[in-house]
């Protein structure tokens, strides 16, 4: 299915008239070209892969938006003197991987190319042989992109949260993206038969991931922001039976903040739960890191001419932080980053009714195509 939206998406993009190429990972690259070949490009662009049972419009938005935001470029008979390239980011979802933004770690050199190996899917399949499988060769090593190869990057994004819908304003601007951290637990205990073994004897591994799980909400509902989130995603038990006590448990969770000094509070108290929980129910737990990001300040001068595009409209906007994170936390590690929201019935993001009217992606895309006409002037 992955495969398949790609070739609709390249079809697309060459029917427009851009220069297209793809990197060792899947990363595709649509090209605009400028008058002025030998500046830094400008670029846009996001994901279209989806957790399970997710919507349409994540990421999505922002890929086929910086399409149609050329268009209207290419419609309006302007040749801008860089070039604009539009990018279409790999795994932007921790799915598969168990990593977000493998795309654009790679891109920024976040990750190296031992990913190939170290990085596994539920079938024990690693990304190199996954990648091989889709038609992507070459090494890793060929990915990363050097500092200042993007004279600038924009993201056009829903919100994936309520405050514009509620506020009654339709776009948000971007200043900082959260800083967000992933991390494995194993539990073991022991288990037994449900009717057999008293409770005072037990050393119930998922009851000790219930009580980590209640952890974490502690931990972020205690440094007092609103900014703090924790969550238990995933929580998957063995061996699975309703007559049979848990003796194993791997749970994943999701911490994030837009400090990252709360964010390591909030990781350190986790682990002094995991420490107490294991010598009260006489299990053993242990953690793996999977990522720990620094956060992201948007760039002024993108942030700027996100701003003008949108007064120039007479658009409302209203500054924001991004609490959830995308491949813009990444990007603006090599090149000058803001996003630009747009409004999601609701707040309403990762399920199947996500929705953004018609009216405010056109609207996210008219003023993405006039900052991206802007930085690229």
């Known amino acids: 299915t992955d495969r398949a939206a790609r070739a609709w998406f390249k079809a697309r993009c060459t029917d427009a008239g851009l220069t297209v190429r793809e990197d060792a990972v899947g990363n595709t690259f649509a090209r605009f070209a400028g008058t002025d070949p030998a500046l830094p490009a400008i670029a846009t662009g996001s994901h279209i892969d989806a957790i ?5 419009y994540d990421g999505t938005v922002g890929v086929l938006g910086g399409l149609e935001a050329i268009r209207a470029l290419q419609r309006a008979g302007i040749r801008p003197r860089r070039s604009i390239e539009l990018i279409q980011f790999t795994s932007e979802e921790p799915t598969r991987f168990g990593i977000g933004c493998l795309g654009s770690r790679l891109l920024c050199g976040s990750r190296d190319a031992s990913a190939d190996e170290t990085l596994c899917d539920k079938d024990n399949q690693t990304l190199n042989e996954a990648r091989g ?17 993007y004279a600038g990057f924009i993201e056009l994004h829903i919100e994936q949260g309520p405050l514009l819908e509620r506020a009654g304003i339709p776009l948000g601007i971007v200043t900082a993206i959260a800083a967000p951290a992933s991390l ?4 073991d205990g022991e288990g037994g038969h449900a009717g057999a073994v008293l409770m005072p004897d037990r050393r119930d591994a998922f009851l000790a991931a219930a009580e980590i799980a209640l952890a974490v909400e502690a931990a972020a509902k205690g440094t ?22 848990p003796s194993r448990v791997r749970m994943e969770l999701d911490v994030r903040d837009t400090s990252e000094a709360r964010r390591e509070t909030m990781l350190a108290k986790i682990a002094l739960g995991c420490q ?16 720990a990001d620094p956060p992201a300040q948007c760039d002024p001068a993108v942030v700027a001419a996100l701003r003008a595009a949108a007064s120039q ?7 924001m932080v991004s609490r959830a994170y995308h491949d813009s936390l990444f990007m603006s590690r090599i090149a000058p980053t803001a996003m630009l929201f747009i409004p999601c019935r609701g707040g309403v993001s990762h399920r199947p009714d996500e929705y953004a009217s018609p009216e405010a992606i056109a609207q996210g895309t008219l003023v993405l195509a006039e900052a991206l006409a802007e930085l690229a002037r």
Do not use: W, Y
């Not at 399970?52 to 349409?56: Q, V, Y």
């Open 52 to 56: 399970p049972h997710a919507g349409r």
């Open 313 to 319: 409209h007479h658009f409302k906007f209203q500054e």
């Open 276 to 291: 107490e929980v294991a010598l009260r129910r006489g299990v053993t737990i242990r953690r793996e890191m999977i990522n």
């Open 133 to 149: 499988a889709a038609g992507f060769g070459g090494s890793l090593n060929g990915v990363r992109l050097a500092q200042g190869h």
């Open 184 to 187: 494995r637990i194993f539990i």
């Open 224 to 245: 007092g922001s609103r900014d703090s989130v924790g969550t238990c995603g995933l929580c998957e038990v063995f061996p699975g039976a309703v007559n049979s006590i």
